[in-house]
């Protein structure tokens, strides 16, 4: 009888820690949950990047706003703030309405509409910023981004310059629809290539190049012709790419053929299809991490500073979209660390109790069991505790820890007496 309340008692005890071992994996699991939940919130808002102004938005030096489909201003940039006479923060929810002439009300609305119908519109508005007389700009619009709450944005792209080049100004409107994290880095650099061409008056073609153009990271052309020049240059390890990125700085060349600090690159003009060049440096972390080049078919083709401006629009959108994806990975990096983590915190939670439950003892003395099995047999924690679980039932794992434990109990009674 006394042997049968011995077992009863030992059932007893080996039952609640059970129970005590089920609650705490509950618990664990409800944790683990939350965790993954926050992960998966914050990757979401990050790579949500055309819901709030990119980077590559900010990096233009030409006002920017960014708007709700009715026109109500969620983001703007300096130059906005600037052009408008306010405060970036203080045009955040207002109408764009508000700070235009009140004659030039309807073309707002005009242009709203026109855009969500065909994706663009072009117009002039007559703004009345504040503290300054009333002036006429034109102005881009353009519809295709989306908010976190899932709702179309608006991108209004406004001249800084005048007479406004209509040209230029479709393509920086371009450069507010690109997306980080939609497409891969290659794509949008390809896309910036094909922008900054239309953006650079004479600009025939161009490429983007990440790295150093001797050894690049990343290439992207929008088009043939400018593959073939990049791929001259390479070959040589000579010309305007080259030299930009290793001085640091712009590289005009008004005629190929008769540039004397490429003597090599100018005897093979004639097979070439570009006559000029417009080159400029990617810089980031204050040095050159690249090269956009623009391309010529006609001698003299850059000769303006407006020119020479442009480019280096698009060089900052390709340094932001650089920036902009190197974030993105280093997140998912992170995210997808902390996923292996905790995925390996509950096979070891679940382990625990199940050993728990086979040397009846507590969880504290289970955990220790398992570190110590797996430093004696040089065996990463999770991948033991992954083998456990998987086959609870396996005999050849139980003695191990058996023994491990029994020698941790012994060495623990001998350390206190």
Not at 119 to 126: E, P, V
Not at 210 to 238: H, V
Request: glycine share 6%.
């Amino acid at each position: 009888m006394s042997a049968e309340r011995t077992t009863s008692t030992a059932d007893d005890q080996l039952s609640l820690q059970l129970d005590v071992v089920t609650q705490e994996l509950a618990v664990a699991d409800d944790e683990l949950a939350a965790q993954r939940r926050e992960i998966d919130d914050l990757v979401a808002r990050e790579l949500d990047a055309r819901g709030t102004v990119s980077a590559i938005t900010r990096s233009v030096p030409v006002p920017v706003l960014v708007t709700d489909a009715a026109g109500a201003v969620v983001e703007a940039n300096v130059a906005a703030s600037t052009l408008f006479g306010v405060p970036a923060g203080r045009l955040l929810r207002k109408p764009v309405q508000a700070f235009v002439d009140p004659g030039a009300r309807g073309a707002v609305r005009d242009l709203v509409s026109r855009a969500a119908t065909t994706g663009s519109a072009t117009g002039t508005l007559t703004l009345a910023p504040r503290g300054a007389p009333a002036r006429a700009v034109r102005v881009v619009l353009t519809a295709g981004g989306h908010r976190p709450d899932g709702r179309t944005s608006l991108s209004w792209v406004f001249a800084h310059d005048a007479p406004a080049d209509e040209t230029a100004l479709q393509a920086l409107a371009g450069l507010t629809t690109l997306g980080v994290g939609e497409a891969t880095v290659h794509d949008l650099l390809t896309r910036i290539a094909a922008l900054a061409t239309g953006a650079v008056t004479g600009g025939s073609w161009c490429s983007v190049v990440l790295g150093d153009p001797a050894d690049p990271d990343e290439l992207a052309a929008d088009s043939e012709q400018a593959q073939r020049m990049d791929g001259a240059q390479w070959r040589l390890r000579q010309g305007p790419a080259f030299t930009a990125h290793a001085d640091d700085a712009p590289v005009v060349v008004p005629r190929l053929r008769e540039d004397p600090r490429w003597p090599d690159l100018a005897a093979l003009v004639p097979d070439l299809p570009a006559r000029s060049a417009l080159a400029v440096p990617i810089r980031a972390q204050d040095r050159a991490r690249g090269v956009l080049t623009v391309y010529g078919r006609d001698e003299d083709a850059f000769a303006s500073e407006t020119q020479l401006d442009h480019a280096l629009v698009f060089s900052d959108a390709a340094a932001a979209v650089l920036h902009d994806l190197q974030r993105v990975e280093e997140l998912r990096s992170t995210a997808e660390n902390l996923r292996i983590a905790m995925s390996s915190r509950a096979t070891i939670e679940q382990a625990k109790g199940l050993v728990a439950g086979w040397l009846g003892c507590t969880v504290d003395e289970a955990f220790a069991a398992l570190s110590r099995l797996s430093m004696d047999r040089n065996v990463k924690l999770r991948d033991l505790a992954a083998l456990a679980v998987a086959d609870p039932s396996r005999h050849d794992l139980q003695p191990l820890l058996a023994e491990t434990w029994r020698r941790l109990h012994g060495d623990r009674q001998r350390s206190s007496s």
